[in-house]
């Protein structure tokens, strides 16, 4: 039952599956779940991995099935506006671009004013289509506030007419302690079958399109075209696995390759690496960069979204243009050749992770958020 004294806020997200907003709504529920009244809604029965720890913070988890074609998404429409004037929330916060959509506009059918909030996690998400731009528009005139992640997302909302006093930037927040271990790297990489006299160059991600695995595995190839003394690891799992094993499979690289598949001790594993690398085509506030920094661990990626907001090029780590093996290969190859460069690089981004992205902060920048609406 709600404690009414606390403000009641419903977070509505397209699906609870293993990924960065997901991992985010998470963090912020177990931050904040006893000085609010949260209840979550969610319409993927299929991708529920956070369902079960989110309740067991005493949050309410609902999953409604949004059903298929017109008839099916009118009739999620209005169970969704129900729902919402059930629960009477003082607080709508969608989630993503689906739920940025469906929930505010659920939420202002349900005829009673409340304040919307709606969180853009990464820039392509601010930069759509013709039609979801005026769709956008028109949304964000009814929202109180529009939550982004990064300064690139917030600029690409701007640069689509999006007025800039109604949107804040609150980074997301990670606790780097999780990522300390006592074992050693020889130990961990023991009990993981991986090869402990090589340079192990690893990625952490779904296998959708946007992450661009295929990159990574011409990277590979073409470092291994001179040198013998690396080991690549891909981390995760996801539709386009076959596409990724038969590349790999073709150019000959199966032993030099290890897939892990989906794994839930991120942390531990990213310890047994010495260079992290982020393929993406587009991103947000990368979570898996985040989590190399925390690890210690140099990051070479692309240049896309927020990254820049997270690696500062040539102090712990370096940014490449979006598809470009030759540099890719050549920052690589720099780290390959100075444990030091890559010490340095792993103890500079877990210093910046201290200094600027610590769950206080960014509950205390929600916190503000709820207080003031």
């Given at each position: 039952?709600s404690?009414?004294?606390?403000?009641?806020i419903l977070?509505?997200i397209g699906?609870?599956?293993?990924?960065g907003?997901?991992?985010?709504?998470?963090?912020?529920l177990?931050?904040l779940h006893?000085?609010?009244?949260?209840?979550?809604i969610?319409?993927d029965?299929?991708?529920l991995?956070?369902?079960?720890?989110?309740?067991?913070?005493?949050?309410?988890?609902?999953v409604?099935p949004k059903?298929?074609?017109?008839?099916?998404?009118?009739?999620?429409?209005?169970?969704?506006?129900n729902?919402?004037?059930?629960?009477?929330?003082?607080i709508?916060h969608?989630?993503?671009?689906?739920?940025n959509?469906?929930?505010r506009?659920?939420?202002?059918?349900?005829?009673k004013?409340r304040?919307?909030i709606?969180?853009?996690r990464?820039?392509?998400?601010a930069?759509?289509?013709?039609l979801?731009t005026l769709?956008?528009?028109f949304?964000?005139?009814?929202?109180?506030?529009?939550i982004?992640?990064?300064e690139?997302?917030?600029?690409?909302?701007?640069?689509?007419?999006?007025p800039e006093?109604?949107i804040?930037?609150?980074?997301?927040?990670?606790?780097?302690?999780?990522?300390?271990?006592?074992?050693?790297?020889?130990?961990?990489r023991?009990?993981l079958?991986?090869?402990?006299h090589?340079?192990?160059?690893?990625?952490?991600?779904?296998m959708?399109?946007?992450?661009?695995?295929c990159?990574?595995?011409?990277v590979?190839?073409?470092?291994?075209r001179?040198r013998?003394?690396v080991?690549?690891?891909?981390?995760?799992?996801?539709?386009?696995?076959?596409n990724?094993?038969?590349l790999?499979s073709?150019?000959g690289?199966?032993?030099?390759?290890?897939?892990?598949?989906q794994?839930?001790?991120?942390?531990?594993?990213?310890?047994?690496?010495d260079?992290?690398?982020l393929?993406?085509?587009?991103?947000?506030?990368?979570?898996?960069?985040?989590?190399a920094m925390?690890?210690?661990?140099?990051v070479?990626a692309?240049d896309?979204g927020?990254?820049s907001?997270?690696?500062?090029h040539?102090?712990?780590?370096?940014?490449v243009?979006?598809?470009d093996?030759?540099?890719?290969v050549?920052a690589?190859n720099?780290?390959?050749?100075?444990?030091?460069l890559?010490?340095?690089?792993g103890?500079?981004?877990?210093?910046k992770i201290?200094r600027?992205?610590?769950?206080?902060?960014t509950y205390?920048l929600?916190?503000s958020v709820?207080?003031?609406?």
């Open positions: 039952m404690n009414k004294s606390n403000k009641i977070h509505i699906q609870l599956g293993v990924g907003a997901e991992r985010q709504l998470y963090l912020l177990e931050g006893s000085r609010y009244d949260f209840t979550v969610s319409y029965e299929e991708r991995d956070h369902m079960d720890a989110i309740q067991s913070l005493g949050v309410k988890v609902i409604i059903g298929p074609g017109l008839i099916g998404r009118i009739k999620f429409l209005i169970k969704l506006g729902l919402i004037r059930i629960i009477d929330p003082d709508v969608t989630w993503l671009s689906s739920a959509i469906w929930g506009i659920a939420c202002l059918l349900s005829k004013k304040c919307i709606s969180s853009i990464s820039a392509g998400e930069n759509k289509k013709i979801e769709v956008e528009r949304l964000a005139k009814k929202t109180d506030l529009i982004a992640n990064t690139a997302a917030m600029n690409s909302m701007v640069h689509n007419k999006i006093k109604k804040r930037v609150i980074y997301n927040a990670i606790n780097p302690d999780l990522y300390d271990f006592s074992e050693t790297k020889k130990e961990i023991r009990q079958m991986l090869p402990y090589k340079v192990l160059i690893a990625t952490v991600g779904g959708r399109p946007e992450k661009n695995h990159m990574f595995v011409e590979a190839r073409e470092i291994l001179k013998n003394d080991h690549f690891v891909l981390v995760g799992d996801g539709e386009l696995r076959q990724i094993e038969a790999i073709k150019y690289l199966c032993e030099m390759f290890t897939l892990t598949g794994r839930d001790d991120i942390p531990q594993l990213l310890r047994a690496f260079i992290f690398i393929t993406s085509l587009w991103e947000g506030l990368p979570n898996v960069i985040m989590e925390c690890a210690r661990l140099p070479v692309t896309v927020g990254v907001e997270l690696i500062s040539g102090e712990n780590g370096f940014l243009p979006p598809n093996i030759g540099s890719m050549r690589i720099r780290l390959i050749d100075s444990a030091k890559r010490s340095d690089f103890l500079s981004g877990r210093s201290e600027q992205f610590s769950l206080k902060n205390e929600y916190s709820y207080d003031e609406l």
